[in-house]
């Protein structure tokens, strides 16, 4: 599950940031959390439709920066599979600016 957020997160990263942007991965661990940080420097996100990034029932989807399509439903599986795994998922967007999308996940004591 987590390497299919990580892959979701980055794919819209670069869906939705030109060509000669920067799309990065950062992760920080400590003894009991992940945090995982997937940055771009691309359209960015409208404050107004941050919101409905992860409602099935008021879904947002937006063309990629190549005219991409998408289905609007990665980022409601993403938290859903978050969620499932007792983690967070959240937004820092600013359009024109570039998104910053961050999960957080319990990290499973081995005994």
Do not use: H, P
């Not at 892959?7 to 995982?36: C, P, Q, W």
């Not at 991409?68 to 439903?73: K, N, P």
């Amino acid at each position: 599950m987590v390497k299919a957020i990580i892959r979701n997160l980055l794919s819209n990263a670069i869906k939705f940031t030109e060509i000669g942007g920067k799309v990065s991965v950062d992760v920080k661990i400590t003894s009991k959390m992940a945090e995982v940080t997937v940055k771009d420097s691309g359209v960015g996100i409208d404050q107004k439709n941050i919101k409905r990034l992860f409602r099935i029932d008021d879904q947002y989807k937006s063309e990629g920066t190549a005219k991409e399509q998408g289905t609007g439903l990665g980022l409601i599986l993403c938290k859903e599979f978050i969620e499932k795994n007792n983690g967070k998922i959240w937004v820092a967007s600013e359009l024109g600016k570039g998104s910053k999308f961050s999960f957080s996940l319990l990290i499973k004591e081995t005994k």
